[in-house]
Every structure is written in C-alpha cells, then in structure tokens.
C-alpha cells in the first residue's frame, strides 16, 4: 500500500513548538489528511514547516494583525503562511500588496519564503503573469497589488489580505484604507501586515486602532536560520544604535528631536534588585470610556536608582475594568501608593480606584505643562544612567522614543504613565508635577 504521507520537503521554516498548527485552522479540511492514519499524520505534520511563537496568529477576535521585526526574523514566513492557509478553503479571493510590484512577485510570490514554497507537493500556487495572480488547485486566487497605485484596489473584493514593508509605502494610509474597503467578502475578512518599523505617524495610528492584533520580534530569535555570523557582524558594527533598536530589535526608534535615545535605552536593561526602598504603580486613565489605552506602569525605587519592573497598559476596558486592573497589581507587587493622573477624570479616578478594591493610598497628579515640558527631567536621569529597565518593555520604549517628537499620532499613554512614575520616585515635588493625597 502506497503511503499518503505527502514527500518530505526542503526546510524553509523556523523551528517551534507544535503551537504552529492553530495559524491554520483549514488545515484540517486540507484533501491530503483526509484517510492518514494517526502516525502518517504525525509524519505529515514533521514534514511541515514549524514557526516561531511570534508568527502564529493570536486566537482573538482581532481584525487586522501587525507583525513588527527586524530584518530576517521571519516575518515574510509568517505572513506567506497565514495566507496560504487561507486558500485551502475553495474559491477564495485573496490580496497582496508591497511597496512595488516588484516587491510583491520576487519577496511575497516567489522569494524562499514567499507563498510558492508553502503548501505540500501537489499543492502550491501557479503565478499568472497575465493576470497578476497566484492560483490554487482549489480555484482560490491572490492578487498582486502595488502600493504606488492605491486606486488599483478600488472595484475588487476579498476575503483576505497580506501586505508587506508597510513602512516601505510612498502613501500608507490611503492604500491601506482603500484595501480595507475591498474587504468585503465572506463571513471574517482580515488583514495581516508585516513590516520592519519605522518612526512613522501612520504606523503609530494603525497600531492604536481598535481590533488591531500586534506582535513583534528581532532578529536574533530567527539567527539559527540566517547565515552565521550575520548577526554578530551586525551587532559589533550597530550595537546600541537606532539602527540596532530598528532594523535589528524591530522597534519603533525615535525621530529627530525626540527626547529618549535608542541607545540610552539600550543602555538602561538590567536586573531587578532583590529589594526596593519604594515601589508605585503609575495611571494614565483614557480619556475616553472605551478604546482608548489606560497607561500602567509599575516602578521602584532603590538608592539613587528608579526601576522601571512592568508595562502593565491595557487598552479597550471600561473604567470600572482597568481599575480592577491597577488594584491586583498593587496588591501583586506590594505598592505603597498609586500616582494616577486626574485631569481627564477628576475624582472619578480615586473613587474607580477604591472601589476596585485598591489597598494603598492614592496620589493625584495634575498635568499643567506639555508632556516634553514634563518628561525633560525624567529623559535626563536616563541620560545619566539612573534608570533601570527590568524586563523587555518594547511598546513602553517605542511609546518613549515618540514623547515630545512633535510628529502627532495617538497619545503615548504607557510613556506618560512612566513620566509620573519616575518622577514621583526621583525628582523633589517643586512646582510640577504636584503631587497631593485624595
């Protein structure tokens, strides 16, 4: 008896865990499993390409998901993956857009990582020069699209949608809000973006949008499936840099201008200390009810030193909600009081806090000079290398190095949220901020 198990293929993936399995859900309508055995199907999965934790789709209800990276951490995989796993249900209508088309047929199409290295044998696309598409056995077709010609996408419809180096587009919005409408069929149409960050206005207005999935990774996770050496030569020439933070770490760096410095962040990751003299947990409340992020940050105190111990920014909860939020953290990392910034909510805040169950004091602060104005000071003890970073804090640091940068965009809550912090902790309590017990 001939077995079913499709040949084994030439690896292109990273390796993971098992975990790689719910990106594709169709995977198990897919025709080639259909009468495996349990051990022919285990063979099938180990001739399967395995991803990284960071290119698998979280299983929310998101709609658009954003895959943040440095050069070759993946992301090209990531995305060619998830698409290709849309095809497998018949007759889908699918679209790709690049920065050119030329972008779109040598990296997303055809590249080592590009969709025509996905699926088992027998069952890869076919590119349709003419027509500018990719087709499937099963009739499903991708489009290619240039990002250079937004109204190309006005009059089709899809299912789904893979763009690619967003960050890399003449006109982001236009084409991506045009694409969005052309949304439109089936029962969930969705979106993934995969990009290399750069300090754009665009890129910060997409990641706060509501129902946006964001995941993000550098370079070094992917290291065992890039030339050797290639990391390390890159890391002795850019260590500590912008150029490090963004093409390497996949981070948001600052613009000119801006107040915090890639490399004093860089500089300011350490361990945390086995005791601290203070710890505070600092509020920015959204200004809205729903939507908008409530900026959480907890930080301590030891010496001369502030420690800046979690990102804790939660985003689309109801008041009630993220005061639930700030109370288990108190009561997890032992505050001795709560610095939340009351100018949006006045009292409301303290009473949300109390209620919630908040069981150490809490302290108002009331924001009367610009956000550069008040995060100067804090941007100096960085500076100075008196601020300590505990844990990896990549959207804190992204969100830091857009305070003060003059360039709009959402509002940087969990940087505010900081500010407070280390300045309650650090600096003496003269003229601003003011600081008084509710």
């Not at 499937?136 to 789904?160: C, I, K, M, T």
């Not at 924001?367 to 008196?386: D, M």
Request: proline fraction near 7%; charged fraction near 25%.
């Amino acid at each position: 008896m001939t077995s079913k198990t499709p040949p084994r293929r030439p690896y292109f993936g990273p390796n993971c865990s098992p975990a790689w399995i719910t990106t594709g859900p169709r995977w198990k309508e897919s025709g080639w499993r259909e009468g495996l055995s349990t051990a022919e199907t285990r063979d099938a999965i180990d001739a399967m390409p395995r991803l990284h934790d960071h290119q698998i789709a979280e299983e929310t209800d998101w709609s658009t998901w954003v895959l943040l990276g440095g050069r070759g951490s993946g992301k090209t995989f990531a995305g060619a993956w998830w698409l290709s796993e849309q095809a497998r249900t018949d007759g889908q209508v699918l679209a790709l857009v690049g920065p050119a088309l030329h972008d779109v047929r040598e990296v997303m199409i055809e590249g080592p990582s590009g969709l025509k290295a996905m699926g088992e044998t027998g069952y890869r696309p076919i590119w349709e020069a003419s027509r500018r598409r990719l087709r499937w056995p099963n009739d499903s077709v991708a489009y290619a699209y240039s990002a250079e010609d937004p109204d190309a996408l006005r009059g089709p419809q899809f299912h789904a949608a893979w763009v690619d180096e967003f960050c890399a587009w003449r006109n982001p919005e236009r084409t991506l809000s045009t694409l969005r409408f052309a949304l439109r069929r089936g029962t969930d149409p969705r979106l993934v973006i995969t990009t290399t960050p750069r300090p754009m206005v665009a890129l910060r207005r997409l990641l706060a949008e509501p129902g946006v999935e964001v995941s993000r990774a550098g370079t070094e996770v992917n290291a065992d499936n890039l030339a050797p050496g290639f990391l390390g030569h890159l890391r002795r020439l850019y260590a500590g840099t912008r150029l490090e933070a963004q093409e390497l770490e996949g981070q948001i760096v600052e613009t000119d201008g801006a107040l915090f410095r890639a490399e004093d962040l860089a500089r300011a990751r350490g361990a945390r200390p086995v005791e601290l003299d203070r710890v505070v947990v600092a509020v920015d409340p959204p200004a809205t009810a729903h939507g908008d992020a409530c900026g959480i940050v907890v930080a301590g105190r030891r010496d001369r030193t502030a420690y800046v111990l979690a990102d804790e920014t939660v985003r689309g909860l109801s008041p009630a909600a993220w005061a639930r939020v700030v109370a288990s953290i108190v009561e997890r990392e032992g505050a001795e009081a709560v610095i939340a910034e009351v100018n949006q909510g006045g009292d409301m805040v303290r009473t949300l806090l109390v209620q919630a169950g908040c069981a150490c004091p809490v302290r108002s602060v009331h924001a009367t000079r610009s956000k550069r104005a008040r995060a100067e000071p804090v941007a100096a003890l960085y500076e100075q290398g008196r601020v300590v970073h505990c844990a990896a804090l990549p959207a804190l640091e992204e969100d830091m190095m857009a305070l003060g940068s003059g360039e709009g965009g959402p509002s940087p809550d969990r940087a505010d949220a900081l500010v407070w912090a280390i300045t309650h902790l650090m600096l003496e309590p003269r003229g601003e901020p003011r600081l008084r017990s509710l």
